[in-house]
């Protein structure tokens, strides 16, 4: 018989941060991300000394470190086995200061593009599988276009929405489409692949896109990407405005003003042409 009086856990702590149940797994990405913000704020630290910063059993912390290496999160030093912030979490944190640069290296190229063009010039961006439009300097003409900061729409109706696309791997694009399929909005939009591919080669091809009124009828947008150093598509900018005054003739004019703007933005942030 054992006398010996079972151990009791430490008060206020649960038995693991990884368990099967929907009622912890809030609770383990909180600890998660406990866990990156102390790293983030000591730089590295091993494996004892993360863990009275945290407060946290050795075993539960090696988990998630463990865990968050598996994501390139976080990464150990084989020879000092200090832990520290890993190329994954630069990679996701980044996104936010590279949407930050890109709304204020845009104010001024958008603003001349507008007053080039005489159309609202809009900066938007990819957010999972739709463009988000995250900043807009509005036309001075009585009927313009108008798209609220925040607002989003699908990708294979949209000036910026297209030219991103133009600009990733053809994979990709297919698999986004199998998610979302080809949702037709007007007589004109690209509602099956083969025409949807035709417009974003003939995009890649020439530097812009053109939205038809594909999205909304009699509203016609011309868009080209900004990219970032490593020459990756992250942002797009257009024009828009009523169809009437996207007239053939004025096309290419537009398409090349709107990619020199792109050229000035992506400048701006240290990206590529």
Not at 3 to 25: I, L, V
Request: with cysteine.
């Amino acid at each position: 018989m054992n006398d010996q009086a079972p151990q009791k856990r430490p008060r206020g702590r649960p038995r693991s941060a990884f368990t099967d149940t929907s009622g912890n797994t809030v609770q383990a990405l909180d600890r998660g991300l406990q866990v990156l913000g102390a790293l983030a704020r000591l730089e590295q630290a091993t494996l004892s000394d993360l863990a009275l910063a945290v407060g946290m059993p050795a075993s539960t912390l090696h988990r998630i470190l463990a865990t968050l290496e598996g994501h390139d999160f976080v990464e150990l030093d084989p020879e000092s086995q200090a832990w520290r912030i890993g190329i994954g979490a630069f990679r996701v944190g980044s996104m936010f200061l590279t949407r930050t640069n890109v709304v204020e290296a845009a104010r001024a190229p958008m603003r001349r593009l507008m007053e080039d063009t005489g159309e609202t010039a809009n900066l938007g961006l990819t957010d999972g599988d739709e463009v988000v439009f995250i900043a807009q300097v509005e036309s001075h003409a009585p009927i313009r276009a108008f798209f609220r900061p925040g607002s989003r729409g699908p990708m294979h109706c949209s000036g910026i929405g297209k030219a991103l696309m133009a600009a990733m791997p053809r994979d990709q694009v297919e698999r986004a489409l199998g998610r979302t399929g080809l949702a037709p909005f007007t007589a004109t939009t690209l509602e099956t692949p083969d025409r949807l591919f035709a417009d974003l080669a003939a995009t890649a091809a020439r530097g812009w896109s053109f939205d038809d009124q594909e999205r909304y009828d009699g509203m016609s947008c011309i868009a080209a990407v900004i990219r970032d150093s490593f020459g990756v598509a992250v942002a797009g900018v257009s024009v828009s405005g009523p169809a009437a005054r996207f007239t053939p003739d004025r096309q290419s004019a537009i398409g090349t003003r709107v990619s020199q703007a792109a050229d000035e933005i992506s400048q701006a942030i240290g990206g590529a042409r």
